[in-house]
């Protein structure tokens, strides 16, 4: 059936770099694309979306880049921080709909 | 302004019981939603509630069922636990207007099923 995935499971930078986090999607229908973080024992917090009409969104410090040829997304973290480190989810879906469907999730941890 | 609650935040049951979880939304926010998170199968959308009304639904057992109060608190239930239903349960809530309506979550509750 459809899928969201990621990449890579894990990624470890330094505390200044900028980091990117990729996901690919399967479902090209998909017209709603969400980024989540998720710390330690709390819930996960929205950080960009983006929707399909779209190539590229920008939030403070975060790019969400979408490619709809080859059906990936990705963030973009600038001058990572400690505090950054968590869990990155992406979520696809559709715009009148909340049952989004979410990437098993990308760990990101920053090194001082 | 207060954050989405959840209650309890930890909970422990045997097979075959059941269980209800509560979410109190942001105030003003009319949409609850549930999820569930494991390590296997990562985030899954259980349903949505809008004005008391289940909204959406995804694909679960009928044994996930859940409720709206004209509050826009809401309650999920679990009847007849399964080993499989150990997970974290996290609800979001938002005023209720598609897509420019960003989701705030809770913290969760962790069901542990033995």
């Known amino acids: 059936g459809e899928s969201v995935g990621l990449h890579l499971p894990t990624l470890s930078v330094q505390e200044g770099d900028n980091s990117i986090i990729n996901c690919a999607y399967s479902?090209?229908?998909?017209?709603?694309f969400i980024w989540y973080k998720q710390e330690s024992g709390k819930g996960p917090q929205f950080i960009i979306d983006?929707?399909?009409?779209?190539d590229k969104r920008q939030g403070q410090r975060v790019t969400v880049l979408l490619n709809k040829t080859v059906k990936h997304l990705s963030l973009q973290i600038a001058a990572t921080q400690p505090g950054d480190s968590a869990v990155y989810f992406c979520?696809?879906?559709?715009?009148?709909?909340?049952?989004?469907?979410f990437g098993a999730g990308t760990r990101l941890t920053v090194k001082p | 302004k207060a954050g989405v609650t959840q209650t309890p935040r930890y909970l422990i049951k045997t097979r075959g019981q059941q269980v209800t979880l509560s979410c109190s939304p942001i105030?003003?926010?009319?949409?609850v939603s549930w999820y569930q998170q494991t390590p296997g199968q990562g985030l899954q959308f259980l349903f949505e509630?809008?004005?008391?009304?289940?909204?959406n639904k995804g694909n679960f057992p009928g044994r996930f069922s859940g409720r709206q109060f004209s509050n826009s608190r809401s309650e999920m239930n679990v009847s007849t636990l399964e080993l499989g239903d150990s997970a974290l349960y996290l609800c979001?809530?938002?005023?209720?207007?598609?897509?420019?309506?960003?989701?705030?979550f809770g913290p969760g509750t962790r069901l542990t099923v033995l």
């Open positions: 979001a809530s938002s005023k209720g207007d598609f897509g420019t309506d960003t989701q705030y």
């Open positions: 479902n090209s229908a998909s017209d709603y």
């Open positions: 983006i929707r399909s009409n779209m």
């Open positions: 979520a696809e879906g559709f715009y009148n709909n909340n049952d989004m469907r």
């Open positions: 105030s003003g926010h009319r949409s």
């Open positions: 509630y809008f004005s008391e009304t289940q909204r």
